[in-house]
């Protein structure tokens, strides 16, 4: 008998999911019909601010595959701009409007993956105009949008104009916030970047915060921590000013990158159970708990976070592609589970490389830990060796035990990567003393005889010890 | 009462002993006397084909520490040119000669620590003669000696003669020959790279070394395998061609890179125990087992491979480096223990970067192992992303359990320090299952959303799956 799975959301988890399923089920056993509500689907949502800066030159260069494919390659009907607006679990049917004819149609399941993603969290004051030149930054729609504005704005302004640089305020300075000031830059832009926090990035400790804070104003953005936005101000429609609790900024265009939150009002009409970090609750194999035969992965999600053993939001990319997988393994009749996560992140600032893995000083604190912190300042490569550019690389490591707990690393170049073997020493629960032995690759043109990592790993354990 | 400790060879490990037991022990209480047969103490060895290759300007650039720093900042008797050539246990005194007066000295100890690192190893063929331009590259020495002949040769060519490329043959396609061949490149010498076995760069498997061999044929270097070398020809002393048992090949200059075997003659002399791979035996925190208080670090002592749990010769600046530092932790009152190693190294053949960690497939098969292997292509960064290099990693996992045993990468950048992941789950003995769930970084300039670690995991899963 042909069975029916219904995806709700076209993009890395719901696609990865289909796909998986696919590889296990053929189409005579199992049927697939996936709604997205927006044009496009499996894209890099991570890739749009390079696409605005332009060093990604096309959209579809951000497209991983596109509904064609998935149609003939994988025998999935992908229907886009379709809205699901409503799931009903005891009939085992979807309510899905054609965004485009205006259309309902009612669908049958059997089974059904939940991958709405998540929605940018847009204060009030950002919300209620209907103000020209204010762009968010989340969907390939918004990247087009923005984009034009820049072109259009660039080839209207009269020649005088010019003289004036144009005046952009980036509203937030988390990873898509840096990333944005960058992309703005490179438009020629004057950029300004507003944060609440002590620093910018304030995914990172602010003693790491600040050397981001060093680069951005390095590169000449204004940047403006601890000041909350209040609202816009505009004139014939168009925004002329970011309004602040420390006064206005001008501004021709804005920028918003707040963040996002779970999208999951469609999940919990239905009665899909959410859980305290706002995401939808799964279990290890990415299932709806009680909910027969209802699976959910991606941004929409909560996860287990490897450290605390709590239940946190991360959207990411990559989280969204390997819990997509485990479902459609499972969908397919597999067994697979998804171990949870670590909170590891990268991005860049030019060419200020900064990521992050396991809890911060505030995170570690929060969850109960009592720990330890080391930074050490190193170089990519042996000193001698040319190239060798600064590092600091900061350990949190639990007092007494001495188990890693997060690591933090900001440098110049081959930086952000370095994060994956503190990644993997955090997954497995490794304690700094024992990291120092790690059989780490050297030479010369890639680090120095010890690499910036054990030479913190040493700091970390001396400084465990001197606790007690 | 003060101690006195003696330290035999001052490089990486003997120093690096000398310098923990110092931190721990002052000098009222502990006498450090260090004798090196060399004149240099502390130098990256591992740099001398990026001195040569002319990336390193300045000999000195090699020496990390030098004698004066070790006696007036450590308050460490560093005596340069001075070959210990007796241990006299039940004395506990060793006899060492002054090589520049031919004096010699007895010096009693009550702390021994033996770092005489390793020798390289000259076939008959090599030793016999007393041929001119012949160069080996394991010290300072044998660097700047090959820099006098480079440079030399270049001012004294006539113009007439400068029309015919100089003729190099590197003998050995190793890390060390493969990095002399670089630098001879760049030297704009003609290169030939004569080696025993299948591929170049035997430390990899021949399906990923055969990479390194396009590499370098790319760049213009003749690659000779499956070639051995049985002699030199010469004419008034000067090399002029080496003999292999596929013909002569003319040679102006001839660059030895055949690896190194433990200096151990003054070891076995005083009764020292040796292994089976030719090192010295340690224990967990670098004593010499059965000797009293006694130790032994760096390339002249065989290491616990985690893998096999066997014995093995790895000569490696960063395991002298960490030995050293556990041998002195504990010579100077406190506990650490080495903990063994994986075999990881890296290198670089122009912009091509190599690494491995773990087993090769030969490796595996001796210890016993049954295994799978995958191989998958992919790249550094986002496929879209600009600069994004290719990438192949090879991953090997016991069957069944699926617990890795060895990888390898080759890549055209960001490549070498991604092995450090790998390293670090196979020191965890973690399976390929668990390795596709790891929450590495991610981010388009840095990596693709399922990075080339995971992409191989996960086809090594499968592979493992198969196999049932």
């Given at each position: 008998?042909?069975?029916?799975?219904?995806?709700?959301g076209?993009?890395?988890a719901?696609?990865?999911?289909?796909?998986?399923?696919?590889r296990?089920?053929?189409?005579?056993?199992?049927?697939?019909?996936?709604?997205?509500?927006?044009?496009?689907?499996?894209?890099?949502?991570?890739?749009?601010?390079?696409?605005?800066?332009?060093?990604?030159?096309?959209?579809?260069?951000?497209?991983?595959?596109?509904?064609?494919?998935?149609?003939?390659?994988?025998?999935?009907?992908?229907?886009?701009r379709?809205?699901?607006?409503?799931?009903?679990?005891?009939?085992?049917?979807?309510?899905?409007?054609?965004?485009?004819?205006?259309?309902?149609v009612?669908?049958?399941?059997?089974?059904?993956?939940?991958?709405?993603?998540?929605?940018?969290?847009?204060?009030?004051?950002?919300?209620?105009?209907?103000?020209?030149?204010?762009?968010?930054?989340?969907?390939l729609?918004?990247?087009?949008?923005?984009?034009?504005?820049?072109?259009?704005?660039?080839?209207?302004?009269?020649?005088?104009?010019?003289?004036?640089?144009?005046?952009?305020?980036?509203?937030?300075?988390g990873?898509?916030?840096?990333?944005?000031?960058?992309?703005?830059?490179?438009?020629?832009?004057?950029?300004?970047?507003?944060?609440?926090?002590?620093?910018?990035?304030?995914?990172?400790?602010?003693?790491?915060?600040?050397?981001v804070?060093?680069?951005?104003?390095?590169?000449?953005?204004d940047?403006?921590?601890?000041?909350a936005?209040?609202?816009l101000?505009a004139?014939?429609?168009?925004?002329?000013?970011?309004?602040?609790?420390?006064?206005?900024?001008?501004?021709?265009?804005?920028?918003l990158?707040?963040g996002?939150?779970?999208?999951?009002?469609?999940?919990?009409?239905?009665?899909?159970?959410?859980?305290?970090?706002?995401?939808v609750?799964?279990?290890?194999r990415m299932?709806?708990?009680?909910?027969?035969?209802?699976?959910?992965?991606?941004?929409?999600?909560?996860?287990?976070?490897?450290?605390?053993?709590?239940?946190?939001?991360?959207?990411?990319?990559?989280?969204?592609?390997?819990?997509?997988?485990?479902?459609?393994?499972?969908?397919?009749g597999?067994?697979?589970?998804?171990?949870?996560?670590?909170?590891?992140?990268?991005?860049?600032?030019?060419?200020?490389?900064?990521?992050r893995?396991?809890?911060?000083?505030?995170?570690?604190?929060?969850a109960?830990?009592?720990?330890?912190?080391?930074?050490?300042?190193?170089?990519?490569?042996?000193?001698?060796?040319?190239?060798a550019?600064?590092?600091?690389?900061?350990?949190?490591?639990?007092?007494?035990?001495?188990?890693?707990?997060?690591?933090?690393?900001?440098?110049?170049?081959?930086?952000?990567?370095?994060i994956d073997?503190?990644?993997?020493?955090?997954?497995?629960?490794?304690?700094?003393?024992?990291?120092?032995?790690?059989?780490?690759?050297?030479?010369?043109?890639?680090?120095?005889?010890?690499d910036?990592?054990?030479?913190?790993?040493?700091?970390?354990?001396?400084?465990?010890e001197?606790?007690?």
């Open positions: 008998m042909t069975e029916r799975l219904i995806v709700i076209g993009d890395a719901g696609m990865a999911a289909a796909s998986q399923a696919r296990r089920r053929k189409v005579d056993g199992l049927e697939i019909v996936a709604f997205e509500r927006g044009h496009f689907t499996s894209y890099s949502a991570c890739g749009i601010p390079y696409w605005v800066g332009g060093q990604v030159p096309e959209r579809d260069d951000l497209i991983a595959r596109d509904p064609a494919t998935f149609r003939d390659k994988h025998q999935i009907d992908v229907r886009l379709h809205e699901v607006t409503a799931i009903d679990l005891d009939r085992r049917e979807v309510v899905a409007r054609d965004l485009t004819s205006g259309g309902e009612r669908e049958r399941f059997d089974l059904l993956m939940y991958a709405t993603g998540a929605t940018p969290t847009h204060p009030d004051w950002a919300r209620t105009a209907d103000t020209q030149g204010v762009f968010g930054v989340q969907t729609d918004d990247g087009a949008a923005l984009i034009d504005w820049l072109d259009g704005t660039a080839r209207r302004s009269p020649s005088s104009d010019r003289l004036r640089c144009r005046q952009a305020v980036v509203v937030g300075g990873y898509i916030g840096v990333e944005m000031a960058e992309a703005l830059l490179h438009h020629g832009l004057s950029v300004t970047l507003v944060d609440r926090g002590e620093q910018p990035m304030s995914t990172m400790d602010p003693d790491m915060g600040v050397l804070r060093d680069a951005l104003v390095g590169l000449g953005v940047v403006r921590t601890g000041c936005v209040t609202g101000s004139k014939d429609g168009q925004v002329t000013g970011v309004l602040t609790d420390a006064g206005e900024i001008p501004a021709d265009v804005v920028v990158g707040l996002v939150r779970p999208n999951t009002a469609l999940a919990a009409e239905a009665g899909l159970p959410l859980g305290l970090s706002g995401g609750r799964v279990d290890q299932r709806v708990p009680d909910v027969e035969r209802v699976w959910a992965a991606g941004d929409c999600v909560e996860s287990l976070h490897r450290v605390t053993g709590q239940s946190v939001h991360i959207p990411l990319g990559t989280h969204a592609n390997k819990q997509g997988r485990v479902a459609g393994i499972n969908i397919g597999g067994y697979a589970t998804f171990p949870g996560v670590l909170g590891t992140a990268i991005t860049k600032v030019c060419d200020l490389e900064v990521a893995t396991g809890l911060l000083e505030r995170e570690a604190t929060a109960g830990f009592e720990f330890v912190t080391t930074r050490v300042e190193s170089t990519s490569r042996a000193g001698y060796y040319p190239g550019a600064p590092m600091t690389v900061k350990l949190i490591a639990e007092r007494r035990s001495g188990r890693l707990l997060g690591a933090q690393i900001v440098g110049r170049s081959e930086a952000a990567k370095r073997a503190l990644a993997v020493a955090l997954w497995n629960r490794m304690t700094v003393d024992e990291m120092t032995g790690l059989d780490l690759g050297y030479a010369p043109p890639y680090a120095p005889v010890w910036p990592v054990l030479i913190a790993a040493r700091k970390a354990m001396e400084a465990v001197a606790t007690g």
